[in-house]
């Protein structure tokens, strides 16, 4: 399911044990890797909300011990995520003169 934020449409990648789609084909220190530095195997960046460089060795191998597991969220689906649609990217900046509300921005004037 995507997100909408104020700067585009997120996406949340494919986290399941599916070969292509997910994470199935990653070894479990490819996964350590790309958990800590946002770099997936082939080299592309996983985005921000994928770098956790701090994270203990013993929450990483929790992490991956639960991408392993039986439970149901992270058994295999050929589900593949739509583009990412980056607002703050986007030739057209959305929202350029609105606050997060929606509301405009109010301009104060400066004399000097």
Not at 15 to 27: K, N, S, V
Request: aromatic fraction near 8%; charge should be positive.
């Amino acid at each position: 399911m995507g997100r909408q934020c104020p700067f585009g449409k997120l996406w949340s990648a494919n986290l399941t044990q599916h070969p292509e789609a997910g994470i199935g084909a990653y070894t479990d220190g490819e996964l350590a890797y790309t958990l800590r530095t946002g770099v997936k195997r082939n080299g592309h960046f996983a985005g921000p909300f994928m770098t956790f460089p701090l994270l203990a060795d013993e929450d990483v191998a929790a992490i991956i011990a639960f991408l392993r597991s039986d439970a149901p969220e992270v058994q295999p689906s050929e589900r593949r995520q739509p583009v990412t649609e980056a607002g703050f990217l986007h030739p057209r900046p959305r929202n350029r003169h609105r606050e997060m509300d929606g509301s405009p921005i109010r301009r104060r004037r400066t004399i000097w």
